[in-house]
T-cell receptor
Framework: KAGVTQTPRYLIKTRGQQVTLSCSPI?????VSWYQQTPGQGLQFLFE???????NKGNFPGRFSGRQFSNSRSEMNVSTLELGDSALYLC???????????????FGPGTRLTVL | KQEVTQIPAALSVPEGENLVLNCSFT??????LQWFRQDPGKGLTSLLL?????REQTSGRLNASLDKSSGRSTLYIAASQPGDSATYLC?????????FGTGTRLTVIP
């Protein structure tokens, strides 16, 4: 099976711009989660989607949004970029169905976003 | 709010040595705990997943234990190799999502 893929791998934007990142989960996985990784804050949960519905959301401002399509592919969008948004954005997929389902999360290689 | 701590933050060992990485968490109401490794600039690779009802899991030279009541997990690496050099992260699954530790950067010296 192909792993989780993320595009693009690298992005450079300027403050005030917006950006869209894409994630394709492992075939058959319907749960997709997004994380932000920075040297100062570590890995932080952004949101989780399951069957096109946002199921959980982390503590991030409304500038961060996402969606999931019927084929389980997901996108996240960051509007009005700030310098502090520079980070590695990681996507993970799992076969998790219910809220209480235990699962293994499989991560993509990430998108490195640099905001100038 | 769940807080996950990993000690030590960095560790250097000579090749062949056995070592233990530690992870502690504040809320014992978890579904599972997962150990990952991350190579520089790369994504995360899942190493072991321990369900909340389990005490340990083994994969090759790796053994992870879980003590939910005390909020602790350890990752034991036997006969370390230079290829084991990476950052190791533990993450606990609560109702909503994964909470990650700060990681331990491991360097295995040939």
């Amino acid at each position: 099976k192909a792993g989780v893929t993320q595009t693009p791998r690298y992005l450079i934007k300027t403050r005030g711009q917006q950006v869209t990142l894409s994630c394709s989960p492992i075939s058959g996985h319907r749960s997709v989660s997004w994380y932000q990784q920075t040297p100062g804050q570590g890995l932080q949960f952004l949101f989780e989607y399951f069957s096109e519905t946002q199921r959980n959301k982390g503590n991030f401002p409304g500038r961060f949004s996402g969606r999931q399509f019927s084929n389980s592919r997901s996108e996240m969008n960051v509007s009005t970029l700030e310098l502090g948004d520079s980070a590695l954005y990681l996507c993970a997929s799992s076969s998790r169905r219910g809220q209480g389902q235990t699962d293994t999360q499989y991560f993509g290689p990430g998108t490195r976003l640099t905001v100038l | 709010k769940q807080e996950v701590t990993q000690i030590p933050a960095a560790l250097s060992v000579p090749e062949g040595e056995n070592l233990v990485l530690n992870c502690s968490f504040t809320d014992s109401a978890i579904y599972n705990l997962q150990w990952f490794r991350q190579d520089p600039g790369k994504g995360l690779t899942s190493l072991l997943l321990i369900q909340s009802s389990q005490r340990e899991q083994t994969s090759g030279r790796l053994n992870a234990s879980l003590d939910k009541s005390s909020g602790r997990s350890t990752l034991y690496i036997a006969a370390s190799q230079p290829g084991d050099s990476a950052t190791y992260l533990c993450a606990v699954r609560g109702l909503g999502n994964l909470f990650f530790g700060t990681g331990t950067r491991l360097t295995v010296i040939p």
